[in-house]
């Protein structure tokens, strides 16, 4: 385990860290995945993309989730390397003949999605006409309430849906459906929708479907974007899953990624000058603060000062990344002491989920080694009270 702390500011005052530092909120992750395992009545496979470190796999696992949605053969050799348990589900629609090849045959991964003729075959080819299969067909589902939508790029048009479905179960042992409503989905109905439209697919198709995939998109918090409360969007999935499915024998799964991992991450960084109120600081869209500058997401902030007291009175500041591509401004506003300066560092919340992913090393920017973990909460909080362990934790079949 990292070194322990019970504060970010104690942390500070006794690292003085030069570079970027992460932090894990281990208590933060534990809500959120015992919310999910007390409240969905399915599987749960994480999201791996959201955040692959290896802490933060070990940590679900030891929690209860064993089943992890990957996308590449670096994910998969990722997680099997720390967890040769997992039970892997390789969702990307578009994969390389090797990796599913390797997949298959070198990690045991049998689950497998896909949204057009040619994936399928590609997978039958790949795999020697396996007879295990678990496939996946990816429906093209409009993303209306998503804050990112994801709808273009993956996904078979529902009008031309049945027949590829019909056509997978031909060559699988277990048929599934899935579909993604879009990343931070701000509405419950977004799913309800989903999953109507996922049953007039299934039921043009006329075959048994043995899978309901119903994907990610669950949302964090974050300044300005507060989203209804995380249990409507599981009651509401589970609403529909009994209207719609209560007579068939499917099994119901779900990817949380960015609300099971959102709040358990920030990161520390410094100012290294103040231009009136742009401050320039040691992280940007090239680390891990890439929502802040591309999307323009506004993240929680706060101004740790070990060595003194700060002003009580707040400005709206804009931040400027280390590098020197003026792309590599986030605009905020991110509300901080009147009086930061040089040399104080901020604490950026809620970064937990992609913060560390979509890091780069572009002009040789890198944050520290080693992940310290803290024990007060995050700077905001979606689930907001204590979450029981359930008794019965996921065990992956």
């Known amino acids: 385990m990292e070194q322990r702390y019970s504060s970010v500011r104690s942390l500070v005052a006794d690292l003085r860290p030069e570079k970027p530092l992460h932090v894990f909120r281990p208590n933060a992750i534990e809500e959120a995945a015992y919310f999910f395992m007390n409240n969905f009545k399915g599987r749960i496979c994480y999201a791996v993309k959201t955040n692959p470190d290896p802490m933060v796999l070990k940590h679900l696992w030891s929690l209860g989730i064993t089943s992890f949605d990957v996308a590449s053969m670096q994910e998969i050799e990722t997680v099997k390397s720390h967890l040769p348990d997992a ?11 090797a990796a599913i090849r390797k997949a298959y045959f070198e990690f045991g991964v049998r689950s497998f999605s896909l949204d057009t003729e040619e994936e399928l075959y590609k997978i039958l080819a790949e795999t020697e006409n396996a007879t295990d299969l678990q496939l996946f067909v990816r429906l093209a589902i409009p993303n209306t309430y998503a804050e990112m939508n994801l709808a273009d790029k993956f996904g078979i048009n529902l009008s031309e849906a ?7 179960r031909g060559y699988a042992q277990k048929l599934g459906v899935c579909f993604h409503v879009g990343s931070q989905c701000m509405h419950s109905d977004a799913y309800r ?9 299934i039921d043009a198709a006329g075959v048994p479907v043995d899978m309901l995939d119903v994907g990610g998109g669950y949302p964090s918090i974050y300044p300005g974007m507060n989203p209804p409360p995380i249990h409507t969007y599981l009651d ?29 991450g920030a990161v520390i960084v410094r100012v290294e000058l103040r231009k009136g109120q742009n401050l320039y600081i040691n992280d940007g869209t090239y680390g891990s603060l890439f929502d802040a ?11 740790i000062r070990p060595d003194g007291p700060h002003s009580a ?4 500041f804009s931040f400027f990344g280390p590098t020197c591509d003026t792309l590599d401004f986030m605009k905020g506003p991110f509300y901080l002491p009147e009086d930061i300066s040089e040399g104080d560092y901020i604490e ?10 979509m890091g780069t090393a572009f002009n040789g920017f890198t944050p520290e080694d080693g992940t310290p973990w803290v024990d007060e909460p995050p700077l905001m909080s979606l689930y907001g009270e204590h979450v029981e362990a359930p008794e019965v934790l996921e065990i992956a079949a």
């Open 87 to 97: 039970q892997l589900y390789f969702m990307h629609t578009v994969k390389s003949r």
């Open 313 to 316: 009175s707040l400005l709206p």
């Open 193 to 201: 929708i989903a999953m109507r439209m996922a049953k007039q697919v």
């Open 348 to 357: 950026v919340g809620q970064l937990g989920a992609y913060g560390r992913t």
């Open 293 to 303: 500058g591309g999307p323009k997401w506004i993240f929680p902030v706060r101004l």
């Open 162 to 168: 049945a027949e590829l479905l019909e056509l997978t």
């Open 236 to 264: 509401a999935i589970e609403e529909e899953f009994e209207a719609l499915f209560s007579d068939d024998q499917v099994e119901l799964i779900c990817e949380p990624g960015r609300a099971l991992v959102a709040e358990s």
